[in-house]
């Protein structure tokens, strides 16, 4: 794989992991019987951070390895 696809894929993980804190959040909060916003950021807050930080990180390298592609395929064509 080169690395604009393994920066497509850690951008698609980063992704799966943003969404995983909320679903999470949801199945945990599935039992209350009334919703509104506080609850649910009271359920994320149990959920915890690891998720949000874990998504930030492969997100920044995601970005990294598209950067690192296309700088190469740029260099490659000028010279």
């Known amino acids: 794989m ?3 696809g393994t920066g497509v894929a850690f951008i ?3 992704a ?4 995983a804190n909320y679903i999470s959040a949801a199945i945990f909060g599935s039992g209350v019987l009334s ?3 506080e609850l649910f950021n009271a359920m994320l807050t ?3 951070s690891p998720l949000n930080v874990s998504s930030i990180v492969a997100l920044m ?3 990294a390895y598209i950067a690192w ?3 190469e395929e740029f ?4 010279q």
């Open 35 to 37: 919703w509104n916003d």
């Open 16 to 19: 799966f992991l943003f969404s």
């Open 61 to 63: 390298i995601g970005i």
């Open 69 to 71: 592609g296309e700088y």
């Open 12 to 14: 698609a993980i980063a």
């Open 2 to 4: 080169n690395k604009r």
């Open 75 to 78: 260099k490659s064509k000028k």
């Open 46 to 48: 149990y959920v915890g």
